[in-house]
């Protein structure tokens, strides 16, 4: 299923990886999901459909991706 998020979010979501990617090269993905889900909550948008665009965004960034687990993932 193919999920909408609003230019605002979208835009929030951009904003935090960068911010992150300048930092570090390793993105907490869900870290910055749940950030973003935070200041958007109510847009009610599920925190694995916002980690996904955080996940795409940070690998097209040339950064390593930090999941729950702690593993990192150079690519999806």
């Known amino acids: ?3 909408t998020l ?7 979501i951009e904003t935090a990886v960068r911010l992150r990617a300048g930092e570090s090269r390793v993105v907490d993905v869900f870290g910055v999901a749940e950030e ?7 847009d009610n948008v599920a925190l694995e ?11 097209q ?3 390593a991706l930090e999941l729950d687990s702690g593993e990192m993932l150079s690519e999806i």
């Not at 459909?49 to 965004?57: E, F, K, P, Q, T």
């Open 61 to 63: 960034s040339g950064c």
């Open 49 to 59: 459909d916002i980690a996904a665009v955080v996940a795409r965004l940070a690998t």
């Open 6 to 12: 609003s230019d605002p979010m979208r835009q929030d």
């Open 1 to 3: 299923m193919f999920i």
């Open 36 to 42: 973003v889900q935070r200041r958007f909550v109510d």
